[in-house]
């Protein structure tokens, strides 16, 4: 299957999964200036909808069950960790939305998509934005690593409304085995962190951002026990990026829709 055979132009017509679950960090604390740059607030009409990190100079990556119908009402903020401080030049069209082609809903897992943006995004060591790289190979993370997570959603259990400043959180990692016994289902291609046996982590309302150890993005933010953020008895679940390398690549590779 090519590529690009989900990348759809002007209209994305995807079935959503109504509160979907997906991340607002819990007990965290404020990212402070001029780390993770790569960050990005995907937004629909302006609002902030999901998370996302810069991979390339014009593509963003975060998780499928983010996608819009419209492809016109979809922007990413880049450069900024306070939303308020969200001017025009900070904020970019998206002029492709490319979901992985398995991607059905999100507890299925392949819950990942590549944002093209209408323009490229400008790169240096004295500007606001960075790139933050992908794995090469996939990855076997040794269990309790401490990895840290990133977004904007809501601070507390039981909060809708995504915060302004961005909130960043150390989250360790789980055993998969481990993970999947305490999920009671296979769990494909996947990263589990955080949330279990913890007072801290992700929850409902901001999925798609990294999950990032030893500066890489490893994993996409896509999941956790249905409206249960105070806390869980299971652990969050992130894509595992390093599984999809090849059609991250491609994707990145191409400049043109299919």
Wanted: proline letters at 5%; glycine letters at 8%.
């Amino acid at each position: 299957m090519h590529a690009l055979q989900k990348c759809l132009l002007f209209t994305v017509v995807t079935c959503l999964i109504q509160n979907a679950p997906g991340s607002e960090i819990i007990k965290g604390q404020k990212a402070k200036e001029k780390f993770m740059q790569y960050m990005a607030s995907v937004q629909n009409n302006t609002e902030h909808r999901c998370g996302g990190f810069l991979v390339s100079e014009d593509f963003v990556m975060t998780a499928a069950h983010c996608a819009v119908k419209k492809l016109k009402s979809l922007s990413v903020v880049l450069g900024t960790h306070d939303l308020k401080k969200a001017g025009k030049k900070m904020r970019y069209g998206v002029k492709m939305i490319c979901k992985h082609p398995a991607f059905k809903n999100v507890e299925d897992g392949n819950d990942i998509m590549l944002l093209k943006l209408s323009k490229k995004v400008p790169l240096g060591d004295k500007k606001p934005v960075k790139l933050i790289q992908l794995p090469i190979q996939k990855l076997n993370l040794k269990e309790n690593k401490i990895c840290s997570v990133a977004g904007w959603g809501p601070t507390e259990p039981g909060k809708h409304r995504s915060v302004n400043e961005l909130q960043v959180l150390n989250v360790p990692i789980i055993n998969k085995d481990e993970c999947q016994k305490l999920w009671g289902r296979t769990l494909k291609n996947v990263i589990c962190a955080g949330g279990y046996k913890a007072k801290s982590g992700i929850c409902q309302g901001d999925s798609g951002g990294p999950l990032v150890c030893n500066g890489l993005a490893v994993g996409i933010v896509s999941f956790n026990k249905y409206r249960n953020c105070n806390y869980p008895d299971v652990p969050n679940v992130y894509t595992d990026i390093s599984k999809y390398l090849q059609w991250i690549n491609k994707v990145l590779a191409t400049t043109k829709p299919s």
